[in-house]
């Protein structure tokens, strides 16, 4: 048997020193080939979350300008999906008295529990009409049904201002009709009916009516869009004198004299007061009933459901037009309308 060469000392050296480097720039390799794929899935991770802290910006900020009621508040934030929405609003400029300009900001951020130190972020913009009184001053009641009457005597549905430019800025406004229906107005059996015309007619069928009053109707009636107070009256004895909030009765109100108030009403079904009922601002019904009892100071608009089941509709008892009250409930129906194509990325 033949035995084995043995290589030379320096030569085994030089093998050991080659295993060496290889396993070398096998580990150096290893760890750059790792390092590439941790930071291309770090990036495609960030970038994902980026396009979600983004869509996270957006859906705050259309929830922001649908939810908008009254007066505009310089800041929110709402916590949406796996992150948050940091929305600012601020003021460009005054159209005119009923339209403000309004830039409208929201930062979208969603956070990486392996870096939590520095979320994703989002930013999106857009601009905003704030629409500050949405409801003109039609007249003392407009309702959807055929006919309109005041009826009886001492019913009164008067469309003359009984406020003074004393009592606040605005008041002693024009005169307006007393009664708007869609074919037939008008007083009987010893009733008033006052305004400028004292009746006025908007024919056409119901759609026609509602584009005409321009309310978000669907929107004020919805159970989920969120109001001052919801189900129940406040106390007003606690609220502020100028405070005039937004009230909503989901279903009918009949004869409820402790719905008394002041502010913007909503009842989203029948209207039918009874005695004791008084109500000092805007009443929005999705129908109304004959009115037998129950004094209104401001406005009434019925039969936003729809053509109104009743017809024609009596008023037995009072509505008269007072401009301040509506001019302060109305701005609590204020809402914004965004300017079409200027929403976008920003930094």
């Not at 150096?28 to 291309?40: C, H, N, R």
């Not at 509602?210 to 001052?228: C, G, K």
């Not at 919801?230 to 009918?252: A, E, Q, Y």
Request: include cysteine; aromatic fraction near 10%.
């Amino acid at each position: 048997m033949s035995r084995p060469t043995q290589l030379p000392a320096d030569r085994g050296g030089f093998v050991l020193a080659m295993v060496v480097l290889m396993l070398f720039a096998i580990s150096v390799a290893g760890a750059a080939g790792y390092l590439v794929v941790s930071t291309e899935f770090s990036m495609a991770r960030y970038s994902s979350q980026g396009t979600e802290a983004t869509t996270v910006a957006r859906a705050g900020l259309h929830r922001f300008v649908a939810e908008q009621l009254g007066v505009v508040g310089d800041s929110v934030q709402y916590a949406i999906g796996g992150g948050v929405a940091l929305i600012t609003s601020r003021k460009l400029a005054e159209i005119d008295s009923l339209n403000h300009l309004y830039y409208i900001r929201s930062e979208g951020s969603v956070i990486d529990p392996l870096t939590a130190g520095s979320p994703a972020r989002g930013v999106v913009g857009t601009y905003a009409y704030h629409r500050k009184r949405p409801l003109k001053h039609y007249g003392a009641m407009v309702v959807a049904a055929d006919a309109g009457y005041s009826d009886g005597s001492g019913a009164d549905v008067n469309g003359d201002d009984q406020n003074s430019i004393g009592d606040c800025a605005g008041g002693g406004a024009p005169s307006i009709p007393g009664i708007i229906a869609r074919f037939t107005t008008g007083a009987q059996n010893g009733a008033t009916l006052n305004g400028s015309p004292p009746g006025d007619t908007w024919g056409g069928g119901y759609p026609a009516f509602y584009d005409s009053v321009a309310l978000r109707w669907d929107i004020l009636s919805d159970p989920n869009f969120p109001v001052d107070f919801d189900g129940s009256p406040p106390n007003f004895g606690t609220l502020p004198p100028d405070s005039f909030p937004v009230v909503r009765k989901i279903g009918g109100l009949a004869g409820a004299g402790s719905w008394s108030g002041r502010g913007v009403l909503i009842v989203t079904g029948m209207f039918d007061p009874g005695p004791s009922f008084s109500w000092n601002g805007i009443v929005l019904a999705g129908e109304l009933d004959d009115i037998n009892q129950g004094d209104v100071r401001g406005m009434v608009v019925g039969g936003l459901n729809g053509p109104n089941p009743q017809t024609p509709v009596y008023w037995y008892d009072t509505v008269r037009y007072y401009s301040c009250y509506v001019y302060a409930a109305n701005e609590s129906l204020s809402y914004l309308e965004l300017v079409e194509n200027t929403e976008f990325e920003a930094f």
